[in-house]
């Protein structure tokens, strides 16, 4: 049983290949990890699944159907959300409105109800505006729950942008590095917030530098290196490769 | 939710305001200048959708109003249509030509935008210019005056009551809209186009069809400009009229409905005190626009509901 499907992956920018041959499977239910150096083609491939991007070659299918460079909101109705690495967040927003963006497939935005103000959609809007303050709560936002966005410190943001993307009731989460930048302690909070989002169920893939969150919440880690596929497998067994140790971990990384 | 409410307070008091005005106004040109007010003031409202709201530029706006004018006076003045039915055809049918103009454009973003919507709106200009047989060129033509069922507006006070009770009804859908998923969604791609297609936001549909509202609603604006005057020429869709439609915008500020309506009323209030300067007029706009850009970026209303707040703690 698997999610999602990538086969024979391939993106060319210009002379540049940034993803190669590229094939993996995520299972329902689990944190899988992707890792590698800079440049390694993590990102590229976060752009692929969620359609920024469209593969050069090969397919993606998630619940068996085709993807393949399917535009980011019909995604988004198939159940996939997505994190940024440089946040995405709307500025010109308060923090509940920025999750409430999230909720648009589950609200009334048909165009001559909402310009007439029919009291169905108001009072759907209701509805959902106190979800949202609930799943602000949950990532640990309470405090936010009217502040407009352009107030927030930095963790807050990162944290904004994973309700925001759980507010799209996603099958799989994509977060793309939810740690950087963050401080040891904010980072912590951040690996136990990915594992109450597991815990529920929900299919997370994560692209991540920092190692012991990585170690820590990951079921199965797929390493990149130049676009390729280097190693795929369980933490330990990722950990005992060389040839990761020598393109990524490092000697110092096995202890980590 | 209370009569006190932000929405309805707002309302209320845009409501008064139209009521008390005619009090103040003297003589019949206080009473045009306060019509021509309204109608670019309903105007504005529906440009600061797509600019304020959805973050995208129109410079070409000017001919949507243009063309709702022309069609207004072409179907009554040459082939005696009821005015009503003249001006609901122009605005279809300008509907119709923002909606196939406006995929293509609306995929260009910032300054590429700026240039699809100015080139837009000189081609527009310039048809109306050329096709003298039908327009009456750059002479511009008479309009009828405006009838419903036998009916027909006449005197100020009718006509300020016409315009003002529009207004009131564009505001009150903008306010509608804005407070709406759609609104939410009309910002969320002014914030960040990428964040809101992942979170399902069909970022191009939202702008073709804040694109297509606010034409549409330029062009029944031009309607009623074209009845009121009784007499338009090709400037109405000119580029200069653009420039002052978003000055207009940008001044009172984006994204606040009631901003358009102050920017709409000081920029056409301002030409008629410093008719003197007339052949400097373009330069005035120009310096308030940069003023606008440097000093209070967000324009005056949200600038001074910012100070309020800021004094009220």
């Known amino acids: 049983m698997t999610l999602l499907r990538a086969e024979g992956l391939h993106k060319v920018f210009g002379a540049v290949a940034a993803i190669q041959d590229l094939s993996f499977t995520v299972s329902p239910g689990t ?14 491939l976060f752009n692929l699944i969620t359609g920024l991007y469209q593969p050069t070659e090969g397919r993606i299918y998630f619940e068996d159907n085709d993807i393949t460079a399917q535009p980011p909101h019909v995604l988004a109705r198939h159940g996939l959300s997505r994190t940024f690495q440089n946040l995405q967040i709307f500025l010109n927003m308060t923090a509940l409105d920025n999750v409430m963006v999230g909720y648009h497939l589950q609200c009334d935005s048909r165009f001559l109800p909402s310009l007439l103000r029919f009291p169905s959609v108001t009072r759907r809007d209701a509805e959902y505006r106190e979800r949202a303050a609930e799943l602000m709560a949950f990532v640990g936002l309470k405090d936010y729950v ?6 927030m410190p930095y963790g807050a943001l990162k944290r904004l942008e994973i309700a925001r993307a759980l507010a799209v009731q996603p099958k799989m989460l994509l977060l793309d590095e939810p740690a950087a ?7 912590l909070a951040i690996d136990a917030l990915i594992q109450k989002v597991a815990d529920r169920g929900l299919t997370v893939v994560l692209v991540e530098h920092d190692m012991r969150l990585v170690w820590a919440v990951s079921n199965r880690i797929l390493v990149l290196n130049y676009g390729r596929k280097l190693a795929e497998g369980t933490g330990p067994e990722v950990r005992a490769n060389p040839e990761v140790v020598a393109a990524y971990l490092g000697e110092g990384g096995r202890d980590l | 939710m209370g009569l006190w409410h932000p929405r309805t307070g707002g309302l209320l008091v845009l409501a008064a305001v139209i009521a008390i005005l005619p009090a103040f106004l003297a003589n019949a040109f206080y009473y045009d200048v306060i019509i ?4 670019n003031a309903i105007v504005c409202v529906g440009l600061n959708l797509l600019i304020g709201y959805a973050g995208q530029i129109s410079l070409g706006h ?7 004018a022309y069609f207004s006076a072409v179907l009554t003045g040459t082939y005696d249509w009821p005015p009503l039915a003249a ?5 279809v049918a300008v509907g119709a030509l923002s909606f196939a103009v406006a995929r293509p454009i609306l995929k260009l973003r910032g300054h590429y935008l700026a240039m699809g919507t100015l080139g837009l709106g000189i081609i527009i200009s310039i048809a109306l210019n050329r096709e003298a047989w039908i327009t009456g060129g750059p002479d511009g033509m008479a309009v009828p005056s405006f009838s419903v069922l036998g009916w027909e507006p ?4 009718t006509w300020y009551g016409i315009v003002g009770g529009l207004l009131l009804i564009s505001v009150w859908l903008a306010l509608n809209l804005v407070d709406s998923p759609v609104g939410r969604a009309l910002r969320s791609v002014h914030g960040s186009e990428v964040a809101a297609s992942v979170a399902g936001v069909d970022v191009i549909s939202y702008k073709v069809l804040i694109f297509v509202v606010s034409a549409v609603l330029a062009s029944l604006a031009g309607s009623l400009f074209a009845h009121f005057a009784g007499f338009i020429t090709p400037d109405e869709a000119g580029f200069i009229h653009s420039i002052e439609l978003v000055t207009m915008v940008v001044l009172g500020g984006m994204a606040s409905t009631y901003g358009a309506i102050v920017g709409a009323a000081i920029l056409t209030i301002l030409p008629q005190l410093l008719t003197v300067f007339h052949d400097f007029e373009m330069l005035v706009f120009g310096g308030i626009l940069m003023g606008t850009m440097i000093f209070m970026r967000k324009g005056l209303v949200p600038s001074l509901a910012a100070l309020v707040t800021r004094w009220r703690r």
């Open chain 2, 154 to 157: 006449s005197g100020d006070l």
């Open chain 2, 62 to 68: 000017a001919a949507f109003f243009g063309l709702g």
């Open chain 2, 87 to 91: 001006m609901l055809s122009g605005a």
């Open chain 1, 146 to 151: 009217k502040a407009d966005a352009s107030a």
């Open chain 1, 181 to 187: 930048g963050l401080n040891p302690a904010e980072t």
């Open chain 1, 31 to 44: 944190v899988h990890s992707i890792i590698g150096p800079n440049g390694a083609g993590k990102t590229t």
């Open chain 2, 36 to 39: 021509l007010v309204g109608i």
